[in-house]
């Protein structure tokens, strides 16, 4: 089981705990955000009915008490999530021919046509008491001519700056993020999104990163 706790930096006592939503066998739990009006995001992923599945779970941070829990089915992985105001930036991995896992109305197949994952970045209104509202997807991965390599891509991190944001992870071979091309030559790459639209503004081939960070 997963759980999410908060934590007195200057005593290192929890303040609370809580599993609710995460209570389920061999989940992951990936990491934290927090909002302006004080909530708490958490990104996992879990075996659902056999299958792996991204989930977002919102928590009140003043108590810990359970908002809302999202299972996305089509994703595998949510590894990455960070937030500004009440918007949410989710990172992970996506696998399926013509899926449409934050129901964007915009669906997407993964390489190979939807046999073999790829990686994306999400923006979702996360204000709602009821359920996350999606605002925009963006694909990171080559088209179903990739040829197989995107399964090696995984589950990149994302960190808001401003009105940009940051996406870096692990990729071997030629793609595309948005319009911005990469060779895959290093293994890696660094991206910046405008992120009220997801458009791409540059990216860059890198070694592959794990996380990635930002000064402004």
């Known amino acids: 089981q997963g759980f999410v706790c908060k934590v007195d930096m200057s005593t290192g006592h929890a303040i609370w705990a809580t599993d609710v939503g995460l209570r389920v066998m061999g989940i992951v739990t990936r990491a934290t955000a927090t909002t302006a009006a004080g909530h708490v995001l958490v990104s996992a992923n879990a ?4 299958i792996n599945t991204g989930l977002l779970g919102k928590y009140d941070g003043s108590n ?24 949410a930036y989710t990172t992970g991995l996506f696998k399926g021919f013509y899926v449409d896992p934050f129901e964007t109305g915009t669906p997407l197949t993964s390489s190979s046509n939807g046999t073999r994952s790829d990686a994306f970045v999400a923006s979702l209104d996360v204000s709602s008491s009821t359920r996350p509202a999606p605002k925009w997807v963006v694909q990171i991965g080559s088209s179903s001519t990739d040829r197989g390599w995107s399964d090696r891509t995984r589950g990149p991190a994302v960190v808001v700056s401003g009105d940009f944001l940051f996406v870096a992870g692990a990729l071997q071979a030629a793609s595309v993020i948005g319009t911005c091309p990469l060779t895959g030559e290093f293994g890696g790459y660094l991206v910046k999104l405008d992120r009220q639209t997801g458009s791409c503004l540059w990216a860059k081939d890198t070694p592959p990163i794990q996380r990635v960070v930002s000064d402004g």
């Open 47 to 50: 075996k659902l009915n056999g």
């Open 64 to 87: 810990g008490a359970h908002v809302w829990s999202m299972a996305y089915n089509g994703t595998s992985v949510l590894s990455s999530v960070d937030a500004l105001d009440e918007i």
